[in-house]
């Protein structure tokens, strides 16, 4: 079974930035796309980013680009979301989300995803 775990999560004031990191679990990670995604209270789980298996090809919601970057290091097993410039509305638990089926476009679509972490709360304040 596939297993992320997702770290980094906290509370920030809008401007700040903040790092999440995922760890996974799974020999074959690096043959993976992974994904971002964020819930709010009240509201659908929404696309933040996808990076591809090598780490070559990455895609962003028009709501982060700019702001947020996601990157791999595949010999850790991990993937991350640089947060910068945090606003209010980023507030929302964030997830980490693994593809384990090949797939040569990125997905935006949670249907896309095959597992997920457990989410890890971000919050931002003034």
């Known amino acids: 079974q596939v297993q992320l775990v997702e770290s980094g999560g906290g509370l920030m004031q809008a401007g700040g930035s903040l790092r999440l990191s995922c760890a996974a679990s799974g020999r074959t990670f690096s043959n993976w796309n992974m994904g971002w995604f964020r819930q709010a209270p009240g509201k659908d789980r929404e696309f933040v980013a996808a990076?591809?298996?090598?780490?070559?090809?990455?895609y962003y919601a028009d709501s982060v680009k700019g702001r947020f970057t996601i990157s791999r290091d595949n010999a850790k097993n991990t993937v991350n979301l640089q947060m910068n410039n945090l606003k209010y509305e980023d507030t929302a638990v964030y997830y980490c989300?693994?593809?384990?089926?090949?797939?040569?476009?990125?997905?935006?679509?949670?249907?896309?995803?095959?597992?997920w972490g457990q989410g890890t709360q971000v919050t931002v304040s003034s």
């Open positions: 990076i591809n298996w090598s780490g070559g090809i990455t």
């Open positions: 989300a693994a593809r384990v089926r090949f797939n040569a476009i990125l997905g935006w679509s949670a249907s896309d995803y095959d597992y």
